[in-house]
């Protein structure tokens, strides 16, 4: 989150944050890693493993390594509130609440509506005007991060060996290394109702399992290339805060043919494992390709283990979320259809969708185009080619030194897809 600026020496102020964060985390045992700012953990967390214990202690050598100020006992040596020892260069606040008092003094109330550790002491005071539930509910949480899922990884691997096999075959992305966000993106409605049905069912995970409701979250993506069908499976793993494994079974099937079975089975044993996590199989429809045309027997028990695994994994006993994504369904036979609860449709988006998309994508930039026009233009367009419309059109803007998109730059870029699809669409064929 962007913080303002402020009226004190910013150096000061961010070395100011750390060590009443320090002393906060200290007095307050309730207070957790997710208490603390992405920083803050990288200060106070010891080694890899990214495991804490009291008292946290603040050195000259974490501040320069970590925010990258050196010398920062000196950059503060003036404050009445801080004390610096020698040996082993430790600063420490001396007197909380007038430290506390110096600092939102100083500015730096920006810095205490970003960090919930500090707005859990700040929250009493009059004129902080902070809410320590909403600064840690927008805190990124520890879970979210590459460092906690690499954690959980490191400690699967030293429980069982044979699982590091399964993570050769999958891409594993923490939430926090995910671009891609919902608000980003540009849903249906019936997009949105599965979505907000999957955080429902997550919210009453015990309930449901109380009364032997497992079959839900287990979603089939089908529609055209670039209709975001892997953007909205990315996205999710920020809303849900799950890691997401992604697999192409077409790798998986032609790299390592005499283990797939088994192989796929420590692909799923792996996401449960891990979970919460979210399960992503692109090319969903190689495994009916697989099932009609190879005779090879490996081949078909590969495919039968993945249907078993398929069958036997649930969001609600196991904290996974299976999404499958096809660009071609009709040749999914029923075998494979009927294991998905939900079947969720990206068609090419209409007029208005693909205005949307339009402001979305341009969001950060200077466009003076009239969106509903361009947007009737664009017919047949998927998002992914309105986003390289719009990459065209930056860049024809740039080499004419420019930094503003005009229309004559995006009549650019609409030419630039329509001689993509020409050019594939071109029959190469001799006579």
Not at 46 to 56: A, E, F, L, Q, Y
Not at 199 to 221: P, S, T
Not at 324 to 333: C, E, K
Not at 360 to 375: H, K, L
Request: glycine fraction near 4%; include cysteine; aromatic fraction near 6%.
């Amino acid at each position: 989150m962007k913080v303002t600026v402020m009226s004190g020496d910013s150096d000061s102020l961010r070395i100011m944050e750390v060590l009443l964060t320090a002393e906060i985390f200290n007095q307050n045992p309730t207070l957790d890693l997710n208490d603390l700012t992405p920083a803050c953990r990288e200060i106070f967390c010891s080694g890899d493993t990214k495991t804490i214990k009291r008292p946290v202690y603040v050195s000259d050598g974490l501040i320069k390594r970590t925010l990258g100020i050196a010398d920062a006992h000196e950059k503060i040596a003036k404050n009445p509130f801080v004390s610096y020892e020698d040996f082993g260069q430790r600063l420490k606040i001396t007197t909380l609440k007038p430290a506390a008092e110096w600092f939102l003094a100083q500015g730096g109330r920006p810095l205490v509506g970003v960090n919930p550790a500090l707005a859990f002491f700040f929250e009493s005071f009059d004129g902080a005007n902070v809410s320590y539930n909403e600064v840690r509910k927008a805190n990124p949480p520890f879970e979210d991060t590459k460092a906690s899922i690499d954690q959980k990884i490191t400690k699967i691997i030293g429980e069982d060996e044979k699982i590091r096999s399964a993570l050769d075959l999958v891409i594993v992305t923490a939430p926090e290394e995910v671009e891609q966000k919902m608000e980003d993106l540009v849903c249906s409605p019936e997009q949105t109702a599965v979505i907000n049905k999957i955080h429902h069912a997550l919210h009453h995970r015990d309930f449901l399992c109380k009364h032997r409701i497992y079959e839900v979250g287990k979603l089939l993506f089908v529609g055209p290339p670039g209709t975001g069908k892997t953007s909205l499976a990315l996205a999710m793993s920020h809303s849900m805060h799950m890691p997401v494994l992604e697999v192409r079974l077409s790798m998986i099937t032609s790299q390592y043919l005499g283990e797939t079975s088994k192989n796929i089975d420590k692909i799923f044993d792996l996401a449960k494992k891990l979970a919460p996590s979210i399960l992503f199989i692109d090319e969903f429809d190689f495994v009916a390709k697989s099932r009609v045309t190879d005779d090879h027997g490996a081949m078909k028990r590969a495919v039968n283990a993945l249907l078993k695994n398929i069958d036997r994994i649930s969001l609600i006993r196991n904290g996974v979320l299976l999404i499958g994504a096809t660009n071609h369904p009709q040749l999914l036979d029923e075998a494979a259809w009927r294991r998905f609860d939900e079947v969720v449709e990206f068609s090419l988006p209409d007029e208005e969708m693909r205005r949307e998309i339009l402001k979305s994508v341009t969001s950060s930039m200077t466009c003076t185009c009239d969106y509903q026009e361009i947007a009737s233009m664009t017919d047949g367009f998927s998002g992914a080619d309105i986003r390289l419309m719009i990459k065209e059109a930056l860049l024809s803007a740039l080499m004419d030194s420019r930094e503003t998109i005009d229309r004559q730059d995006l009549d650019k870029g609409i030419r630039m897809v329509r001689n993509r699809d020409a050019i594939r669409n071109l029959n190469w064929k001799q006579e």
